[in-house]
């Protein structure tokens, strides 16, 4: 008897290791079709002292004289709003970059940010404005994106086009010669679906002369519901990579991208999950309270992030699947630290080539870059238990043939 109680408690030590090892590393989830999968490796950790949460706003990778950084910024202040720099390869702290709420180099309502060098950075915000910064937050200048005061067709950029460079939906910052893209937030509400073919997706700026412009690559004809004012609305978020070449968007709720390498011409290719059905966007009840709002939204199937591997020149895009909140856990301020997701990759004809299935319980979706190794995943999830406040930690995923 007591051989047998030996050999169950083996058993079960054995189970509960391998589920641990799941929990924090991951697993993969291919079809015979799959040409290559995501496989789970080396880790990443940078320690964070008690003035910065693990949670962020930006969260984009780079390179500077051959060497890999990571710029990151809290998602909420504890402390002195700052850009923090990331070295890849020793794991730590390079330098910090203050930012500033009020003074001479104040700037109100940060809400993002990206890398033009290691001694200037733009920093967007939920206003008019975006700005130029050294790497002491000194302000080298100050754009101005649209004038609350406009007349005539300038009037149409008021509440239409707010400047956000962040990671929580992949939207970082585009430079083409001295012409800066902005992705536009708000559109004017209510709109008719005729409406969307005129409406601009992208806008530019020039660094040099401040100079606004609309571009020509408009809204995609997937919004087919008119929208009543106070009632129904369409959520038009989205997501988009920048390959240098070309700009590919994607929408939360369309089953295609979107692709111009001119921001005029658009060609659109099929990015289809299998574990969706087909979706397309409907408009949605706003008379509903946030929370019944929330729940809704996160009981869809949803499309989130795109991000361009220049490494190994494919796309990832991410799928969510939908996510119930416990009962306990309001959907207001809360992150859905349980939500599964899957990541459907392409090459670089926008061609499926292999699609990966993630658990819930072990990554931050919203938190994630690509890397020179691979692409990594935030193990920053409350759930996981390899969890650590303390620290930020990521999964390196490389591309696996299916053999």
């Known amino acids: 008897m007591k051989s047998m109680l030996m050999k169950c408690k083996i058993i079960y030590l054995f189970l509960f290791l391998g589920l641990l090892v799941v929990s924090c590393g991951g697993g993969k989830l291919t079809e015979p079709d799959d040409q290559v999968y995501l496989s789970g490796g080396d880790t990443l950790s940078f320690p964070l002292d008690n003035t910065t949460y693990y949670l962020c706003k930006v969260l984009f990778q780079f390179e500077d004289k051959g060497r890999e950084y990571l710029l990151f910024q809290n998602d909420r202040t504890r402390g002195t709003p700052r850009f923090l720099i990331f070295d890849v390869e020793k794991q730590e702290e390079f330098k910090r970059v203050p930012l500033y709420k009020e003074g001479p180099n104040g700037i109100p309502e940060i809400a993002g940010g990206c890398f033009l060098d290691m001694n200037r950075f733009i920093v967007t915000t939920h206003s008019p404005f975006f700005y130029l910064v050294d790497d002491q937050g000194a302000v080298l200048r100050k ?27 992949a939207s970082p910052g585009i430079l083409r010669d001295s012409l800066l893209y902005f992705k536009q937030d708000q559109v004017g509400y209510p709109r008719k ?43 038009s978020e989205c997501s988009y990579a920048h390959t240098g070449r ?33 979706i397309l966007p409907k408009a949605g009840n706003i008379n509903q309270d946030l929370v019944s709002w929330l729940q809704e939204e996160y009981l869809k199937y949803q499309y989130h992030h795109l991000l361009y591997d220049k490494y190994r020149d494919v796309f990832y895009r991410f799928a969510l699947q ?79 043939e299916n053999k």
């Open 193 to 235: 679906p005729d409406d969307w073919k005129n409406l601009s997706l992208f806008v530019s700026v020039d660094m040099n002369t401040g100079e606004m412009k609309r571009t020509d690559f408009k809204f995609p004809s997937i919004f087919k519901e008119e929208e009543q004012k106070h009632s129904t609305l369409y959520e």
């Open 143 to 169: 754009y101005r994106l649209w004038d609350p005061d406009a007349d005539g067709e300038d009037r149409l950029f008021v509440n239409s086009c707010i400047s956000t460079f962040y990671s929580y939906y």
């Open 322 to 400: 939908p996510y119930r909140f416990p009962k306990n856990k309001p959907p207001v301020g809360t992150i859905p630290y349980g939500q599964e997701f899957s990541i459907v990759i392409l090459n670089n004809k926008y061609e499926i080539i292999g699609e990966t299935r993630f658990p819930g319980n072990t990554y931050v979706y919203r938190m994630c870059f690509v890397g020179k190794k691979g692409l990594y995943l935030s193990l920053n999830n409350e759930e996981n238990p390899c969890f650590d406040e303390d620290k930020l930690m990521f999964r390196c995923f490389t591309l696996q």
């Open 246 to 278: 070309e700009v590919a968007v994607s929408f939360h709720e369309c089953d295609s991208i979107f692709v111009s390498s001119d921001f005029h011409h658009v060609h659109a290719y099929s990015a289809k999950s299998r574990y969706f059905p087909a």
